[in-house]
């Protein structure tokens, strides 16, 4: 082996050298890992303990019931069923187009002529729905954009005389309204992740690629794409994992409705833990959830060969 | 000498005649109020006009008390959250938090709520002759009354009033509808006239939003009053798909469908209440505390051009809602706690602060010439009054039961899903009596 000082070292000396690097490594990441720990391993370890009873907040205590409530999910709620599709399917469907606009604008952006003039201003711009909290956000959607008698939309659509677009009424409107809302919030994260990514590629390889006349779609097929992998990867994985909890927006349009059409894993597990006071059932469901994001998430990596990537 | 102690004791007697005399006029019971001077109590209420009244006046309490106060407001659907989260968990970091009366078998049953009867007879705590509990109705108190044990003294006596407009009837030449299908007909007449242009406003609505405490509140009232409950507490039997449950959930439905505002499925309370005050409906089957939204000049457009009359009724009535003050089993300073819940539901306090809600819990003071002259016409209070002497059923089976909030949940998201346009009424009704099933109730047998 060798040393940082780049001679080689005796075997006695390496040893203690490791011997106190660990040493010095265990007691830095003692209390980060006690924190972790404490906020992410009990939690779910109690989550656990409690998915296994029959424990209803007004009728305590709770009853050991093994795995009932997960046969009881899995088998016989369709209502859990379909809540996990959609949070899935919407979660897959938002952090796509997310991806698809947010390369776009950060390619525009990050364009020389364009952050030498307005780069800083529409960075500024995009940020807006960014910074303000989804809740804020999803009530004023609700109540100024969406809603059929106050909405600033349906106020313009029927200015135009075209159909009014009710929330309300059918059951694609609530997920579209939905959607639509969820990207313009959230992708100004994405394009952020990957304008960075781009700005940090030499641009001595795009230089080559003009020289060889490569047209502006074949240098983001063939250069920018490529490079810029392993960040799209981890943008699509935070934005995937972060659309898979979430809960402000929806709880606030339509609290899940109409009828079930929009309750997400994330909503049902409240209403179940908080309106019908089934802990035991909510913690079961949250649980089943976990490990199907999980398997999810490590099957995106998987896929995307993110690890080579990153290599 | 004896001069000077003459005088001593003549400056002592007009010493003494004042601290009767400012005693009397402060008439806050013959009780010790600073016993607990120097304790904290942490309060829990819902964010709504009364409770930003009582925040108001914690710092005359604190004066009077020497017990400082933390008044913490939330909206119900979190303030109930995190009561249950606190209760089950035994933290007792609440001491006293208002309960609604739908809530009150949730948390009265598991022992949650204090036993309120040996503090309001022990007389270091209360003077019972200044207390006037008496002053309660009978059906009201029993609001607070969980199996045999007074767990919350009520604030509120709150129930259902149709508020409709004044200058549109008038208009129209209608008159306020007293049964389902006059209902019906007005709601037509008033839905032709707004296609024809004379009137802009809808003709009416009712809450369709799911949810234990928006459209399923709204829906099982309604069917209460109507004579009918979707379903049986105590047997565990579900009327949800027989013909009256269709019938009833036609009914309820298609008015909504047929005469409320586009876009209404989705609206909450505080949404409804908005758009009355805007101006855009002619008739709402609303609660008698939601007068103040409407009645404020400064904000709605509406303020003085409302009638309000008891809702639509037929072989049925509306169930009564309370509002009430609850102590914490688990709190640590459940006496101090006691003496807040006796201030806050004081004659003198309920007196003072009716003229600012309008549904206060003591009869007396409906009667009192400053709560006449604050209310927005003798027409509200005579239909108040109306209402708790005929108009309210204390004893609604629905309400009190800690299963209330599932079955009004999954009944209303069926309901919603007609309004959408997604199912049936009869595919509804099949399924909620479906999922009803699935939580242990049984199918009726018709």
Redesign the interface.
């Known amino acids: 082996m060798v040393s940082s000082h780049g001679g080689i070292s005796t075997p006695m000396r390496i040893q203690r050298t490791t011997q106190e690097d660990r040493r010095f490594i265990i007691w830095s990441i003692l209390p980060s890992l006690f924190a972790v720990v404490l906020v992410g391993g009990v939690p779910v370890l109690y989550t656990f303990i409690l998915s296994l009873k029959n424990y209803q907040l007004i009728k305590p205590p709770g009853v050991f019931i093994g795995l009932g409530n997960y046969i009881d999910l899995l088998t016989n709620n369709p209502r859990y069923i379909h809540a996990i599709l959609f949070t899935i399917l919407f979660a897959v469907g938002a952090v796509v187009i997310e991806i698809v606009i947010g390369f776009l604008v950060a390619s525009v952006l990050a364009d020389e002529e364009v952050t030498s003039r307005y780069s800083s201003l529409i960075r500024t711009l995009i940020l807006i729905p960014f910074v303000v909290a989804p809740v804020v956000v999803s009530y004023t959607y609700k109540t100024l954009i969406y809603d059929v008698t106050f909405g600033y939309l349906n106020y313009f659509l029927q200015l135009v005389h075209l159909p009014v677009f009710d929330l309300s009424q059918g059951i694609y409107s609530a997920p579209i309204g939905i959607l639509v809302m969820e990207v313009i919030l959230r992708t100004p994260f994405v394009t952020l992740i990957l304008f960075a990514g781009i700005s940090s590629i030499d641009a001595s390889i795009f230089d080559a690629g003009a020289i060889d006349g490569v047209s502006w779609w074949k240098r983001m097929y063939l250069l920018t794409l490529p490079i810029i992998k392993p960040i799209i990867v981890v943008a699509f994985a935070f934005r995937f994992m972060d659309a898979l909890k979430m809960f402000d927006e929806i709880y606030v349009i339509t609290g899940g409705g109409p009828g079930y059409i929009t309750e997400n894993a994330s909503i049902f597990a409240v209403r179940y833990g908080f309106e019908y006071f089934r802990m035991g059932y909510a913690a079961a469901s949250a649980f089943i959830f976990l490990i199907v994001v999980l398997v999810l998430i490590m099957s995106f990596l998987k896929w995307s060969k993110f690890e080579e990537g990153m290599a | 000498m004896k001069k000077f102690g003459g005088l001593v004791l003549f400056i002592f007697g007009i010493l003494l005649i004042c601290q009767i005399a400012a005693a009397d006029e402060s008439n806050w019971g013959n009780i010790d109020w600073v016993q607990f001077k120097g304790t904290q109590l942490n309060v829990l209420a819902t964010s709504m006009p009364v409770s930003e009244v009582y925040k108001s006046k914690i710092a005359e309490f604190e004066e009077l008390t020497g017990i400082k106060v933390n008044f913490e407001l939330l909206n119900d659907v979190d303030r ?2 995190k009561q ?1 989260v606190d209760y ?1 968990s035994g933290m007792g970091e609440y001491d006293v938090a208002n309960v609604g009366f739908s809530n009150r078998e ?2 009265a ?2 022992g949650y709520m204090e036993s309120l009867q040996p503090y309001l007879d022990n007389p270091k705590l209360t003077d019972k002759d200044w207390y006037n509990i008496d002053d309660y109705p009978k059906d009201v108190l029993a609001g607070g009354i969980s199996g045999d044990k007074l767990v919350m003294i009520p604030f509120t006596a709150e129930y259902f009033l149709l508020w409709y407009r004044k200058d549109i009837f008038s208009l129209l030449n209608l008159t306020p509808p007293k049964t389902p299908t006059e209902l019906k007909d007005v709601a037509a007449k008033l839905e032709e006239a707004r296609k024809d242009g004379k009137i802009e406003e809808f003709a009416f609505i009712e809450r369709t ?4 405490s ?1 459209g399923g509140w709204n829906l099982f009232c309604t069917a209460h009053r109507l004579g009918f409950d979707f379903v049986d507490f105590k047997d565990m039997i579900s009327y949800t798909n027989t013909p009256k449950g269709i019938e009833i959930m036609s009914f309820y439905t298609d008015l909504c469908k047929q005469y409320g ?6 609206w909450t309370w505080t ?1 409804i209440g908005a ?1 009355a005050a805007q101006g ?1 409906l002619a008739m709402v089957v609303g609660g008698n505390a939601s007068y103040a939204y409407l009645e404020d000049k400064n904000t709605s457009k509406v303020a003085g051009k409302m009638g309000y009359v008891p809702p639509p009724m037929e072989n049925g009535k509306d169930p009564l809602w309370i509002w009430g003050w609850a102590i914490n089993a688990k709190s640590k300073n459940k006496e101090a706690a006691w003496l807040l819940v006796q201030w806050l539901t004081s004659p003198n306090l309920i007196t003072e602060m009716a003229p600012l809600y309008g549904c206060p819990a003591r009869k007396s003071v409906y009667s009192l010439p400053e709560y006449i002259e604050a209310m927005p016409s003798q027409e509200f209070i005579d239909s108040q009054l109306w209402m708790m002497e005929n108009g309210i059923d204390p004893d609604t089976q629905f309400l009190l039961t ?1 299963m209330y ?2 079955v009004a ?1 999954l009944v209303s ?2 309901m ?2 007609v ?5 049936t009424v009869e595919q509804a009704c099949q399924d909620a009596e479906a999922a009803l099933i ?1 939580i242990g109730f049984k199918a009726s047998v018709q």
């Open positions: 109930k959250k249950l089950a949730e948390f049953q598991p939003m799911s949810g234990a928006e505002p586009p876009g209404s499925a989705n949404d758009a855009k800690p909030g599932e949940d998201k069926e919603n899903a309004v959408a346009g997604i199912k699935k």
